[in-house]
């Protein structure tokens, strides 16, 4: 059983920062699509950053420049480094595993991931 976790939410003001952490275990897949996504009250769950096993990674254009994805794989555990943060990314934000790749590029749409953590919130203030 695969078992998702995140962690590391919480409030900051604009301009602050903020990082997300992952683990996935019983996941032990030798490749691999694993994900961020958020959403944020009335708006549908949206991907923001992809980390694939060969150490691609994708963003939306959104994040882009803002936010890093990056995995430890000593610790078994994706991180998303979140700067200069803007009210805009106030949202709940989870950890998906098991992604499907799409001409080997990792999707960013939730319904192609299988497994999903319980979310951490993230509150932006201006």
């Known amino acids: 059983q695969v078992l998702v976790v995140e962690s590391g939410g919480g409030s900051v003001q604009a301009g602050g920062s903020l990082r997300l952490s992952c683990t996935a275990s019983g996941y032990t897949a030798s490749t691999y699509c694993l994900g961020w996504f958020r959403q944020a009250l009335g708006k549908e769950r949206e991907g923001v950053a992809t980390f694939e096993s060969d150490g691609s990674i994708g963003y939306a254009d959104s994040v882009k420049g803002r936010f890093t994805i990056s995995k430890d794989n000593a610790k078994n555990t994706l991180y998303l480094q979140m700067n200069n943060l803007k009210p805009e990314d106030t949202a709940m934000y989870y950890c998906?595993?098991?992604?499907?790749?799409?001409?080997?590029?990792?999707?960013?749409?939730?319904?192609?991931?299988?497994?999903w953590g319980q979310g951490t919130q993230v509150t932006v203030s201006s």
């Open positions: 998906a595993a098991d992604g499907i790749t799409y001409g080997g590029v990792c999707s960013r749409r939730p319904a192609d991931f299988a497994y």
